[in-house]
């Protein structure tokens, strides 16, 4: 089986910076994608960043110039790195991965973890 589990949200004040990691475990030779949603309370869940194995990376317009997304294949970790938040990034963040390819060669799709909550707040 494949988790996926998220670290590193909190409460932060206005203009202030969080990181947050997620680590894919099990049996995993490759993740095709690895993303960011996040979901505010009463709201729908909403895409923040993707990020492909290749590196090639999507940011949701309220966030590009603001968060940056990356990734380390390797450890089949994907961070989300967010400077000058606003009240408004206030919501449960949660990692997704698709097309996990693993080690005995089948594929799984679209993975969620538990997500982690960021709070902006003075």
């Known amino acids: 089986q494949v988790q996926l589990v998220e670290s590193g949200g909190g409460l932060v004040q206005p203009g202030g910076s969080l990181r947050l990691s997620c680590a894919a475990s099990?049996?995993?030779?490759?993740?095709?994608?690895m993303g960011w949603y996040r979901q505010a309370p009463e709201k729908q869940r909403e895409l923040v960043a993707t990020?492909?194995?290749?590196?090639?990376?999507t940011y949701a317009d309220s966030v590009k110039g603001r968060f940056t997304i990356s990734r380390d294949n390797d450890k089949n970790t994907v961070y989300l790195q967010m400077n000058s938040l606003k009240p408004e990034d206030t919501a449960a963040y949660y990692c997704?991965?698709?097309?996990?390819?693993?080690?005995?060669?089948?594929?799984?799709?679209?993975?969620w973890g538990q997500g982690t909550q960021v709070t902006v707040s003075s």
């Open positions: 997704n991965a698709v097309r996990i390819r693993t080690s005995t060669g089948t594929y799984l799709h679209d993975y």
């Open positions: 990020i492909t194995s290749a590196g090639s990376t």
């Open positions: 099990g049996s995993i030779f490759s993740i095709s994608a």
